[in-house]
C-alpha cells in the first residue's frame, strides 16, 4: 500500500517569511500526489498535484510543491507566507483500490500558523 | 458549477438510532467516495461508488454501515444503531473519472452520538 508521511505535526512562521510544509512518500509505482488544504470547520480544498512532468507544481493561492523522487519527497512551499494562510494541511498519494479504482491516502496533516 | 454538496452539515443522534447522510457530486462527476476523519485524525477512506454500483468498500466497517449511490438522487451513507465512536467527520468527494484524477470534497457532515 501506498503512504505519506507529515513529519511536523505544526509549523510556525512569520508573516512574509517562505514556508514549507514537508511530506514524504513510500510508493510502488509512479507516486501520484497530491495536497489539499484544510480550514476550520471546512471541507478540503485541492491545492495542486504532481501526476507526471514537471517536478515543481504551480497550484491555488500560491502554492508550489517541488516532488523530489530521490529523496522521495513532494514538500509544499510558498515564498511568502500570509497570516490567512493558517490552516491544516494534507499530503495524500493516490492507492489503487483492489476492486478497481482509487483512493486516496492522506499523511496526519500538518497545522500551519502563520503570525504577525 | 455547484461543489460537491453534503447535508446536513451537522447531526446529533443519540445511541442506537440511525444517521443518514448525503452527497450530490459536482455535475459531470459519476464517482463518489466517502472518507472518515475522527478527532485530531487525518482522513481514512471508506468506500468508492459509481452510479448504481458498490467498486470498493475495503473501508467501511462490516457491521452497522451502508452506502448506495442510486440512478437518480444523491449518494447515501448510513449509520444503523450509532454509537460514540462514530462521532466524526464525514467527507464525500468525486472525481469525473477513475484514474489519477483531482477528487472535489464537500464540506463534511459533522456527526456528534450522544
Known amino acids: 500500500a501506498q503512504s505519506v508521511a507529515q513529519p511536523e505535526d505544526q509549523v510556525n512562521v512569520a508573516e512574509g517569511n517562505p514556508l514549507t510544509v514537508k511530506c514524504t512518500y513510500s510508493v510502488s509505482g509512479n507516486p501520484y500526489l497530491f495536497w489539499y488544504v484544510q480550514y476550520p470547520n471546512r471541507g478540503l480544498q485541492f491545492l495542486l498535484k504532481?501526476?507526471?512532468?514537471?517536478?515543481l507544481v504551480k497550484g491555488s493561492y500560491g502554492f508550489e510543491a517541488e516532488f523530489n523522487k530521490s529523496q522521495t519527497s513532494f514538500h509544499l512551499k510558498k515564498p511568502s507566507a500570509l497570516v490567512s494562510d493558517s490552516a491544516l494541511y494534507f499530503c495524500?498519494?493516490?492507492?489503487?483500490?483492489?476492486?478497481?479504482?482509487?483512493?486516496?491516502?492522506f499523511g496526519t496533516g500538518t497545522q500551519l500558523k502563520v503570525e504577525l | 458549477n455547484a461543489g460537491v454538496m453534503q447535508n446536513p452539515r451537522h447531526l446529533v443522534r443519540r445511541r442506537g438510532q440511525e444517521a443518514r447522510l448525503r452527497c450530490s457530486p459536482m455535475?459531470?462527476?459519476?464517482?463518489v467516495y466517502w472518507y472518515r476523519q475522527l478527532p485530531e485524525e487525518g482522513l481514512k477512506f471508506m468506500v468508492y461508488l459509481q452510479k448504481e454500483n458498490i467498486i470498493d468498500e475495503s473501508g467501511m466497517p462490516k457491521e452497522r454501515f451502508s452506502a448506495e449511490f442510486p440512478k437518480e438522487g444523491p449518494s447515501i451513507l448510513r449509520i444503523q444503531q450509532v454509537v460514540r465512536g462514530d462521532s466524526a467527520a464525514y467527507f464525500c468527494a468525486s472525481s469525473p473519472r477513475s484514474g489519477p484524477e483531482t477528487q472535489y470534497f464537500g464540506p463534511g457532515t459533522r456527526l456528534l452520538v450522544l
Open positions: 455535475k459531470g462527476h459519476s464517482h
Open positions: 504532481y501526476i507526471t512532468g514537471d517536478n
Open positions: 495524500a498519494v493516490r492507492d489503487i483500490l483492489t476492486g478497481g479504482g482509487n483512493k486516496l491516502t
